[in-house]
């Protein structure tokens, strides 16, 4: 017959089995209302209007990213979120992509038959693949995205958001852009290097990493895209 006690650690076990992991790294910002950027200035754009952006990774490597709008997830924007990591020196990107715009929808999957888009690609040195993650709407102006990194010991360095919106009803299209940016303190490994990292940080203005960059890159792209599609 089992013992009293042995069955006390089985129970404790499994009772820590069930418990949720702890979140090691938790960090937010908040972004200014009316800050949309069209073609010529900035725009009334509620939808793609970034109001606050989460993120959140436990101890085991699963990550929840949010990005709030001051208006609604609008079914015709396109929400883009992107995480640079790092990892013994090497980096890794997540590209989180969420929309049910029918054109962008077609230049990623080229098919007719998809009417929506949630896809989260990785990016390293030695991968670039699609990995599996949940994304839900809460509140109807919030998009919550989980995931896990490829390993739980990958310490994030930036994650911006991106919205867009795109409407072609004119001879002139409608542009709309927001982003903003989170950006982590990682741990040094020196004192010459902390200040020389802290110096970076202050001379940035909150947009200025390569992942940055490069999604804007892809915005770019996509935008040309679509535009020669519509022109033709």
Do not use: H
């Not at 089992?2 to 960090?27: D, G, H, R, Y």
């Not at 098919?111 to 809460?138: H, M, P, R, Y």
């Amino acid at each position: 017959m089992m013992k009293f006690t042995e069955k006390i650690v089985i129970l404790c076990a499994f009772l820590l089995f069930l418990m949720p992991a702890t979140a090691s790294v938790q960090k937010s910002v908040d972004d200014p209302q009316g800050d949309v950027q069209g073609i010529s200035g900035t725009v009334n754009m509620p939808d793609i209007d970034i109001k606050k952006i989460t993120y959140s990774q436990a101890n085991d490597g699963s990550v929840t990213v949010t990005i709030q709008v001051y208006g609604s997830i609008d079914l015709n924007s396109i929400y883009m979120l992107t995480l640079n990591t790092t990892k013994n020196g090497e980096e890794t990107i997540y590209n989180v992509y969420y929309t049910k715009n029918k054109d962008f929808v077609y230049e990623w999957y080229g098919s007719e038959n998809e009417t929506e888009l949630k896809a989260i690609e990785v990016i390293s040195k030695n991968i670039q693949d699609i990995i599996n993650g949940t994304f839900d709407i809460l509140q109807g102006n919030i998009l919550r995205v989980q995931f896990k990194l490829l390993n739980s010991s990958e310490l994030p360095v930036n994650l911006m958001g991106l919205t867009m919106f795109m409407e072609y009803s004119s001879e002139v299209p409608t542009i709309g852009m927001d982003n903003a940016t989170i950006k982590f303190e990682l741990p040094s490994q020196n004192n010459n290097q902390q200040n020389n990292n802290q110096q970076n940080q202050d001379n940035e203005d909150g947009n200025g990493f390569p992942g940055f960059e490069a999604a804007f890159l892809i915005a770019a792209i996509s935008i040309a895209a679509l535009l020669r599609r519509k022109i033709l």
